[in-house]
């Protein structure tokens, strides 16, 4: 951590060229003695990627950044406000705690966090920042979680651990065994420590792998932010072996929707087939994660279209936690049937449909963009159909 970056001259610098062109600057001269033009450029394209991730950070004078890595690879401040809000009690033990977004706001529901990171300039970095936001019961440490824990007996309401998934030894990873630190490994020993483990996974680790990696699972949280999952979360409570919840929300500007299930209903649940009626319902991406295909379709009373399409209808229009349209018309899918699209716009979405987006465009000269919605998929019967839509305004 160079503190020269902290001075005033520095710091107007970063703040009135945070959105330059980077490579002029780095070609420039050094314009402060002790400061290299590459960390000059590094804090400005680290508080450029900021701007939208995290505002509160890119809003505070004498930020000190990390490398822009660090900033990619960290939670959204909108995930770390769901992240602590699953969290209560006194205190909480952040095992990898990185840039320190998610302790931040964990602090904000806790009387005290512990921060660990290996990376003794990262933890120089939280640490230091935590004092510009003014967060004082977070306390810093600079060591690997797991040997902490080994090495102290103090008790936690919850431990929080996002494990590391680029493996130096076999790269990117996403099972939680080849992550760092092996959490399967070592959940005994955290268990030791709290009744209450929440685990930030890789969103794209099937639930499943999840389930047999892990022991005493509670819950999983699917959390999507503008309809793209970006966090798969594990909740773990001590000995708990009830049923497991599944958690799925679509964070937005200005709403967040929801739809909960438990496990065993899905698998319990039947679906309904049917042929297109007047609407069509498209479940959002935390919804087609979760794997909650048909006890969404029975929860809201819905017909799929097929068992592999995952799109519902029916009659009369209903809330849904996903995209809405008005079905104007259906075609069997042909080359014939398709000439009125060429050269129009329209909005192509494929679901179980042997062509890709890109194909369909090319072969029937449909334009991207516009009013219309054109969904190609399969019929409960296997034929292949085109629903010609316009969206219903939620």
């Known amino acids: 951590m160079n503190e020269l970056i902290l001075h005033t001259g520095v710091q107007v610098f970063i703040y009135k060229n945070w959105n330059a062109d980077t490579m002029s600057v780095l070609l420039q001269k050094p314009l402060f003695e002790g400061i290299s033009q590459k960390e000059l450029v590094g804090q400005l394209e680290a508080k450029k990627k900021c701007k939208d991730k995290l505002p509160t950070w890119f809003a505070a004078p004498r930020i000190y950044y990390p490398n822009k890595l660090n900033i990619e690879q960290t939670s959204s401040e909108q995930t770390a406000r769901y992240k602590a809000s699953l969290v209560v009690g006194k205190n909480l033990l952040d095992l990898t705690g990185g840039f320190g977004v998610d302790a931040y706001f964990f602090s904000k529901k806790m009387e005290a966090v512990f921060h660990c990171e290996i990376n003794k300039e990262l933890s120089e970095i939280a640490s230091y920042n935590f004092g510009v936001l003014g967060q004082k019961n977070i306390t810093c440490i600079p060591e690997d979680g797991i040997h902490y824990v080994q090495n102290h007996s103090q008790k936690y309401d919850w431990i929080f651990v996002d494990p590391s998934r680029r493996n130096e030894h076999i790269g990117k990873v996403f099972l939680l065994k080849d992550c760092l630190p092996n959490i399967p490994e070592h959940l005994p020993l955290l268990f030791n420590h709290t009744k209450n483990i929440l685990i930030k996974v890789s969103p794209i680790l099937d639930l499943t792998q999840g389930l047999e990696e892990l022991s ?57 087939l049917g042929e297109p009626q007047k609407f069509l319902y498209e479940p959002n991406a935390a919804i087609l994660k979760s794997g909650g295909f048909k006890i969404v379709g029975e929860k809201y009373g819905l017909s799929k279209l097929h068992q592999h399409s995952h799109l519902y209808t029916s009659e009369t229009l209903m809330e849904f936690p996903g995209r809405r349209f008005s079905i104007i018309q259906v075609l069997p899918y042909s080359k014939k049937t398709l000439r009125s699209f060429s050269q129009t716009k329209a909005n192509i979405t494929t679901r179980n449909f042997p062509l890709s987006v890109a194909e369909l465009r090319k072969k029937h000269k449909i334009k991207d963009g516009g009013d219309r919605y054109l969904f190609f998929t399969k019929n409960h019967d296997d034929s292949l159909v085109v629903l010609d839509c316009s969206k219903e305004l939620d």
């Not at 999952?229 to 958690?247: C, D, F, S």
């Not at 200005?254 to 299930?261: G, H, P, R």
């Open 216 to 272: 005493y699972v509670k819950e999983i949280h699917v959390v999507a932010v503008n309809n793209e999952v970006k966090e798969l979360l594990y909740l773990l409570e001590q000995n708990y072996t009830g049923h497991v919840m599944i958690k799925t929300i679509n964070l937005t500007q200005d709403k967040e929707v929801v739809f909960d299930f438990i496990l065993d209903e899905e698998k319990a649940s039947t679906t309904q």
